[in-house]
T-cell receptor, first 115, second 117 residues
Framework: AQSVTQLGSHVSVSEGALVLLRCNYS??????LFWYVQYPNQGLQLLLK??????LVKGINGFEAEFKKSETSFHLTKPSAHMSDAAEYFC?????????????FGSGTRLQVQP | DTEVTQTPKHLVMGMTNKKSLKCEQH?????MYWYKQKAKKPPELMFV???????INESVPSRFSPECPNSSLLNLHLHALQPEDSALYLC????????????????FGPGTRLTVL
């Protein structure tokens, strides 16, 4: 079965600083990887996705992620944090290669942005 | 438009009540999902419908009964729930398998916050 591990349940950065949220995956076949963001009391919003077309993926709100097969990683970055980025971030892997149309989520990383 | 709507936003029910959650999308998606999310946890898959047929049931207790009456609508019927069933219930939808592409991006609704007393 495929899985993702998010390193760090809480990350705190200063406004304007680099944001780095880590995600490592485990998969026996090429994975499809996603980052979602969840603001308090809301659903999940897709930030970006990797579907093998390009290893560097750009998403919404200035976020991007790089797929590194050698490191089995898909870390999320943003050059300059904004207060509005404070939220819960989930990395997820699609199990589509096995026919299951469902996502397996990491445990989540809560991003705090300090003024 | 990538909108999935869910009603109600909040629901409080007793353990003997029967209630239903509703999810709707008009994106032409033919796969729909129910997830359960407890506080400070990731979403957990409950059910998947593909072309209006139940394709995955993650061993969910029978007090949760899903229904997909048409391609735009997904319901979750609730009966005799327990306090531990209190959670955020999320609905999502996606295109089914596209030829040559092994992924289907899921779009989530805002969720229904359920409290069982």
């Amino acid at each position: 079965a495929q899985s993702v591990t998010q390193l760090g349940s809480h990350v705190s950065v200063s406004e304007g600083a680099l944001v780095l949220l880590r995600c490592n995956y485990s998969s026996s076949v090429p994975p499809y990887l996603f980052w979602y963001v969840q603001y308090p009391n809301q659903g999940l919003q897709l930030l970006l996705k990797y579907t093998s077309a390009a290893t560097l993926v750009k998403g919404i709100n200035g976020f991007e992620a790089e797929f590194k097969k050698s490191e089995t990683s898909f870390h999320l970055t943003k050059p300059s944090a904004h207060m509005s980025d404070a939220a819960e971030y989930f990395c997820a892997v699609s199990e589509g290669s096995t026919g299951r149309r469902a996502l397996t989520f990491g445990s989540g990383t809560r991003l705090q942005v300090q003024p | 438009d990538t909108e999935v709507t869910q009603t109600p936003k909040h629901l409080v029910m007793g353990m003997t009540n029967k209630k239903s959650l509703k999810c709707e999308q008009h994106m032409g998606h033919r796969a729909m999902y129910w997830y359960k999310q407890k506080a400070k946890k990731p979403p957990e898959l409950m059910f998947v419908y593909s072309y209006e047929k139940l394709s995955i049931n993650e061993s969910v207790p029978s007090r949760f009964s899903p229904e997909c009456p048409n391609s735009s609508l997904l319901n979750l019927h609730l009966h005799a729930l327990q306090p531990e069933d209190s959670a955020l219930y999320l609905c999502a939808s996606s295109h089914p398998w596209a030829a040559g592409e092994r992924t289907d991006t899921q779009y989530f609704g805002p969720g229904t916050r359920l409290t069982v007393l």
